[in-house]
């Protein structure tokens, strides 16, 4: 059952949606707090506005798990999952000196879930691509 369910790109996306809003409110409420465990020296204002930039993403994945998925927004999905993910990993590693051992799982554990997320998305393009 859970297998059929991860293949089904509706869920997938409306996955992610409910996970990039529960992180998009997170980081918006508890930035100060985060960006104090991390450890790192980036203003807190970076989680902040990543938090900003969740709250969208999370509507445009609800909207494209409502309806069919078009290989134009899957598409989209995938190259932004992936630069999160390289990102996720270029901020643990530029950051390694100064990053507590909470804030390297943090990151590294996020960065973990979306590459799964994006595996996901990648295996739905596929069958898009196949379609089209």
């Known amino acids: ?19 990039s809003l529960l ?3 997170a980081l918006l409420l508890l930035a100060p707090t985060l960006t104090q465990l991390a450890g790192w020296a980036l203003p807190s204002t970076f989680l902040f506005g990543v ?6 993403w999370a509507a445009f994945n609800l909207w494209v ?11 989209v999905h995938v190259l932004v999952d992936a630069a999160w993910v390289v990102g996720s990993v270029l901020l643990v590693v530029m ?15 996020q ?11 990648a295996v739905g393009l596929t069958s898009l691509r196949t379609a089209a």
């Open 65 to 75: 798990g409502l309806k069919q998925p078009v290989l134009g927004a899957a598409l």
């Open 23 to 25: 992180m998009g409110m």
């Open 95 to 109: 950051h390694a000196q100064e990053l507590t051992p909470l804030g390297t799982a943090l990151l590294a554990g």
């Open 111 to 121: 960065a973990f879930a979306v590459a799964g997320v994006l595996a996901l998305k």
């Open 1 to 19: 059952m859970m297998t059929h369910l991860l293949r089904n790109p509706r869920f997938v996306y409306r996955f992610d949606a409910a996970a």
């Open 51 to 56: 938090g900003l930039f969740l709250l969208p």
